[in-house]
């Protein structure tokens, strides 16, 4: 069963720095597209950052701040994010799809994506 495993989560003050997991489990053949979301309640799921075999994107609220990457196993995503604000709070999710990589018309996307893990909490507070 393809499972999508998220951690890292927490509370932290404006500023600093958190590290988000997901693992990946029960592919057959790694994932061609791997991405973070995040989502506040009342509010869509908005894409944060994408990577592929050729490209990492990012939205532009978070360009040079957060970081997204992919061990050599394909089976560890992870985003760095620093200078937390308070604009970043809220649900991240770790999402994936085959057979298409990455672009950034439609790594932001939501219906993009075939495979969501449960979501890690972040809570940054001013």
């Known amino acids: 069963q393809k499972q999508l495993t998220e951690s890292g989560g927490g509370s932290v003050q404006a500023g600093r720095s958190l590290k988000l997991t997901c693992t990946v489990f029960g592919f057959n053949y790694a994932p061609d597209c791997m991405a973070w979301f995040r989502q506040v309640p009342g509010k869509e799921r908005d894409g944060v950052a994408s990577?592929?075999?050729?490209?990492?994107h990012y939205a532009e609220s978070v360009e040079g701040r957060f970081t997204i990457s992919l061990d050599n196993t394909k089976t560890i995503l992870t985003l760095q994010m620093n200078n937390l604000k308070a604009e970043d709070t809220g649900k991240y999710y770790c999402?994936?799809?085959?057979?298409?990589?990455?672009?950034?018309?439609?790594?932001?996307?939501?219906?993009?994506?075939?495979?969501w893990g449960q979501g890690t909490q972040v809570t940054v507070s001013s």
């Open positions: 999402a994936a799809r085959q057979n298409k990589y990455c672009y950034a018309y439609d790594f932001n996307i939501a219906e993009r994506f075939d495979h």
């Open positions: 990577i592929d075999a050729w490209n990492s």
